[in-house]
C-alpha cells in the first residue's frame, strides 16, 4: 500500500467552477499534509499546508483534513486557466522521520 | 517564502562522465534534501544531507553512486556518478524550514 493516494486524473474543470482533489494516506500518526503545485517543466510550488482537522481557507484555495478518515482535500474555487498544473499531496509525521511521503499527483486542466 | 537557487538548470552528459548539482538556499537551515523525479512520476527522496554529518540514503540510492556534500547552513551539492541513460531525470534539492519544505527549481539531467 502506498503511503499517499492520490487520483492521477486527468481532471478537467470548466473555468469559474470548483476542482476538488483528494488525497488519502496510510499512516495514521501523520501530522503534517501540504498541496504542492507543480507546472509542467518546474519544480513543485508549496501552496497550502494543514495541521488540524477542518478546513483551513487561502484566497480560492480551501484545504481540508479528515485525520479519522485519513484523508485530505484541496478545492480550488472560481478555477482559472492558470491553475492547470499537477497537484501534488505529501504528508509528514513522526512515524516518517524527516521525509515528506508525496502521491503521484493530480492533473488538473481548466478549460477556458 | 524562502529562496533555494539549483545550479545548473539543465544539463546533456555522456555517460560515464559526472555531473555535480549545487543548492544554495538564503537562510540557514539544518536539513537539506535531494529528490529525483522521472517523467511523469512523483518525487523520490533521494537522501537527507545534514550539516556536519553524513548524508542519510534512502533503499535504493548508495554513496557511492550520489555522493552528497554539505559544508555548512546554506549549501549542498549532489554529484551523480558514472551516469548512466537511466540517470536522466529531472534532480530537486529540499529544504526545510519548520514544517513547510520548499523546492529549488530543478535540474534537467540528460545522460546520452
Known amino acids: 500500500q502506498k503511503e499517499v493516494e492520490q487520483n492521477s486524473g486527468p481532471l478537467s474543470v470548466p473555468e469559474g467552477a470548483i476542482a476538488s482533489l483528494n488525497c488519502t494516506y496510510s499512516?495514521?500518526?501523520?501530522?503534517?499534509f501540504f498541496w504542492y503545485r507543480q507546472y509542467s517543466g518546474k519544480s513543485p510550488e508549496l501552496i497550502m499546508s494543514i495541521y488540524s482537522n477542518g478546513d483551513k481557507e487561502d484566497g480560492r484555495f480551501t484545504a481540508q483534513l479528515n485525520k479519522a478518515s485519513q484523508y485530505v482535500s484541496l478545492l480550488i474555487r472560481d478555477s482559472q486557466p492558470s491553475d492547470s498544473a499537477t497537484y501534488l499531496c505529501?504528508?509528514?509525521?513522526?512515524?516518517?522521520?524527516?521525509?515528506?511521503?508525496f502521491g503521484t499527483g493530480t492533473s488538473l486542466t481548466v478549460i477556458p | 517564502s524562502a529562496v533555494i537557487s539549483q545550479k545548473p538548470s539543465r544539463d546533456i552528459c555522456q555517460r560515464g562522465t559526472s555531473l555535480t548539482i549545487q543548492c544554495q538556499v538564503d537562510s540557514q537551515v539544518t536539513m537539506m534534501f535531494w529528490y529525483r523525479q522521472q517523467p511523469g512520476q512523483s518525487l523520490t527522496l533521494i537522501a537527507t544531507a545534514n550539516q556536519g554529518s553524513e548524508a542519510t540514503y534512502e533503499s535504493g540510492f548508495v554513496i557511492d553512486k550520489f555522493p552528497i556534500s554539505r559544508p555548512n547552513l546554506t549549501f549542498s551539492t549532489l554529484t551523480v556518478s558514472n551516469m548512466s541513460p537511466e540517470d536522466s531525470s529531472i534532480y530537486l534539492c529540499?529544504?526545510?524550514?519548520?514544517?513547510?519544505?520548499?523546492f529549488g527549481q530543478g535540474t534537467r539531467l540528460t545522460v546520452v
Open positions: 505529501a504528508v509528514n509525521g513522526p512515524n516518517t522521520g524527516n521525509q515528506f511521503y
Open positions: 529540499s529544504a526545510r524550514w519548520g514544517l513547510e519544505a520548499f
Open positions: 499512516d495514521r500518526g501523520s501530522q503534517s
